[in-house]
């Protein structure tokens, strides 16, 4: 497949089918939270599905096939299990990542799933096989590609992340899926949580710590348990008297943000309010915390959606 012949509708529905668009948190008529509870990657910083995306699109890979291949590869798929700290990041970790992402019957699945929903844009192959070869993807490349995008602050809602923090009368925390880096990685820490981005947070439950990742019912517990006990531990201190913190905090009492539709409805079930950031798009999430929060959190960030980038694309077409 060229990358012209994924138009950006398709693009679009690719990346909706991350999230769910009707997993909203109610503005005016709800009470207000006592915590926001952040996802990291792809909320308060670029999401690595942006690398994702853009790999697709530069390689001629159906959008929407990697995170395919990842997510349904769990739990026991390489990429999980290292979320979880179950294993290291080393050769193996790639080794196996690069399986994952290979799966003949997953890619089988997914291609008979979207031949299904544009049968003219995925037409049987010529051969004699009704599907395509597998995609070819570099797993370890990929992977420091998508840490690489996932390092910068997300422009609209790291500004409305030091804003809710600035305002000091909710809990400020955070629910993420996270892997350790090996000693000696340029990105290795020896405090994980000392990093000025974690620092901003009361609260910070980290999957490779706990030994969890959502979107598991025990880690959304957890992250309860958490912020419970963190507000009652400082429901005298100003902040706990101004967020009326002194009875501790229910589920109900939590908005959760997420990129991801598993990880949003899994936070519903747990009875957590919710909030979908749309790729690209979290001006749109930063509008709907507004109204939860009653706060002014929106930056002066311009409101343009980021586009894929289709420029190694193009490029790589005009040299057939």
């Known amino acids: 497949m060229l990358p012209d012949e994924f138009p950006p509708e398709y693009i679009i529905e690719a990346i909706d089918s991350m999230a769910p668009t009707d997993l909203k948190a109610k503005g005016s008529g709800s009470p207000k939270p006592k915590v926001i509870l952040f996802d990291i990657g792809g909320v308060c910083v670029v999401s690595p599905f942006q690398s994702i995306l853009n790999y697709e699109l530069r390689h001629s890979i159906p959008p929407g096939w990697i995170n395919h291949s990842i ?83 997300d422009p609209w809602m790291f500004p409305a992340l030091k804003k809710l923090k600035e305002d000091g009368r909710f809990v400020v925390a955070a629910l993420s899926n996270t892997v350790i880096w090996p000693e000696g990685h340029k990105w290795a820490e020896k405090d994980f949580f000392s990093d000025p981005l974690r620092q901003l947070f009361d609260v910070f439950v980290s ?107 193009k490029e790589a077409k005009a040299k057939l």
């Open 71 to 153: 997510s349904r590869s769990a739990p026991t798929g390489f990429w999980h299990r290292l979320e979880t700290g179950s294993i290291p990041m080393d050769a193996s970790f790639f080794a196996g990542f690069n399986r994952d992402l290979h799966n003949q019957s997953l890619w089988e699945s997914f291609y008979r799933s979207q031949q299904a929903k544009h049968p003219s844009r995925f037409p049987p192959s010529p051969g004699s096989s009704p599907i395509p070869p597998i995609p070819q993807i570099d797993g370890e490349w990929l992977f420091h590609d998508m840490m690489e995008h996932a390092r910068a602050p």
């Open 207 to 313: 999957s490779a710590h706990v030994g969890l990742r959502k979107p598991d019912p025990r880690i959304y517990q957890l992250a309860l348990e958490k912020v419970d006990e963190f507000a009652r531990a400082n429901a005298n201190s100003e902040r706990g008297k101004r967020g009326g913190w002194g009875e501790g905090v229910r589920a109900e009492d939590i908005v959760f943000l997420d990129d991801i539709g598993e990880n949003l409805k899994a936070a519903k079930k747990a009875g957590f309010r919710t909030i979908k950031v749309g790729l690209g798009r979290a001006f749109e999430a930063v509008d709907e915390l507004e109204s939860v929060t009653g706060l002014k959190l929106a930056g002066d960030h311009p409101r343009i959606a980021v586009k894929p980038d289709f420029s190694a694309a």
